[in-house]
């Protein structure tokens, strides 16, 4: 019973729990999804009677139930702005009422034609939250249209009605989809953005530790000036574009050959080339400060942040919104991803591109500023 008296011992029980509970910590983020305030927008391109009682029904989804949060959350907006704002992923969705919707339901059971609401549908925005506006958007059409079918059967009074009239009574109202920056086939149901980024992110933490642990080596055995300090820094930071680059290339060759449909091999495998060297760049600063604890703060972060990747914001605890998601450097790198794979976006993809530039200058700054770090100097024993 030796063993149990060894306080080293137990804190492998210890170790464990704190493992597993980092592992599963993502549960609370993915294992009972609540939808609240999906943003979607609401276009009015007519107006009357019929008209109202749509917005009447968005009035009252938007309230929620039992005092709830809604699922939901309209904005008024015209159709013009609708391609701009699905572009700078304002919605998920939009509800349209088209120009003629009023008149044709007043008359749809004279013309035997259903009156249509239109569902736009921006799937690349988020393919989950998309499909979850999209479901209850149509749940709000079939509603309306349960509504106006019981109260044209009502009026009625029982008289016979043939075949054609059949189905646009049961069915007065229909749907209508258009998808707007859709989901390419072959892209993992639109998970290709996220599953490219954590190889970059990877490759730079095993890349940035690597080398961190060499050139601490080389310090170890030589005493350096800050001259000679500063140049094998830069010698490190030129590995880091050889890292980088091998990273992005190795990342898109193996998309490639798993099916990957990839808008451009030479563009995503340089923005991932990219993400990566501002990766590691932040990786070695930190590890020049800090040494080795720095790696464990880096699979922390990363372990968090795979429960927040994929899944849209309106559907994550408020705890993962607020301190989690902000300081998951590997999102900008899936955001600026799916810029490129379901929006047209080049090289350059707007505030996802802008971050991780950013998150690479301040790390070379403070990976330079790390000269100024006072050394320990190994004092030798005389004989």
Not at 71 to 98: C, G, H, Q, R, S
Request: aromatic share 12%.
């Amino acid at each position: 019973m030796r063993l149990f008296k060894e306080k080293l011992a137990w804190a492998a029980p210890i170790a464990v729990i704190l493992i597993i509970a980092l592992f599963s910590v993502n549960l609370f983020a993915q294992g009972n999804p609540q939808v609240k305030n999906l943003p979607v927008a609401l276009i009015i391109n007519d107006e009357g009677e019929h008209v109202e009682t749509v917005k009447a029904a968005v009035e009252q989804m938007s309230k929620g139930v039992d005092g709830a949060e809604p699922m939901l959350a309209f904005t008024t907006e015209k159709e013009e702005n609708i391609e701009d704002l699905f572009k700078d992923k304002e919605y998920y969705a939009a509800l349209v009422i088209p120009e003629g919707y009023n008149d044709s339901l007043q008359n749809v059971m004279i013309n035997n034609t259903p009156a249509t609401l239109k569902i736009y549908i921006n799937q690349g925005f988020n393919y989950t939250g998309a499909n979850f506006a999209k479901t209850a958007l149509n749940g709000l059409i079939t509603q309306l249209s349960g509504q106006y079918s019981a109260n044209f059967i009502e009026n009625m009074n029982g008289q016979q009605i043939d075949a054609t009239k059949a189905s646009v009574l049961v069915s007065p109202i229909v749907s209508e989809e258009q998808i707007f920056n859709p989901i390419t086939a072959s892209t993992a149901n639109g998970s290709a953005p996220t599953l490219m980024a954590v190889p970059a992110w990877v490759g730079a933490l095993i890349g940035g530790f690597i080398l961190f642990l060499t050139t601490s080596s080389i310090l170890k055995r030589e005493l350096f000036t800050r001259k000679q300090t500063l140049r094998l820094m830069g010698e490190q930071v030129l590995f880091g574009v050889i890292v980088a680059l091998f990273s992005g290339f190795t990342v898109a060759t193996l998309g490639q050959l798993a099916g990957i449909n990839m808008p451009s091999y030479l563009l995503v495998a340089s923005f991932v080339s990219f993400a990566a060297f501002c990766f590691f760049l932040l990786v070695s600063a930190i590890t020049a400060w800090i040494g080795k604890p720095a790696i464990t703060l880096f699979m922390v972060v990363m372990l968090l942040g795979m429960g927040v990747l994929m899944t849209p914001q309106e559907m994550l605890p408020s705890f993962f919104v607020n301190f989690i998601r902000p300081w998951v450097p590997l999102r900008f790198a899936s955001e600026g991803l799916r810029e490129i794979f379901y929006f047209g976006s080049g090289f350059y993809t707007g505030g996802s591109f802008n971050t991780i530039l950013g998150i690479g200058i301040v790390g070379l700054i403070i990976f330079v500023l790390s000269i100024f770090k006072p050394v320990k100097v190994p004092v030798q024993k005389e004989d």
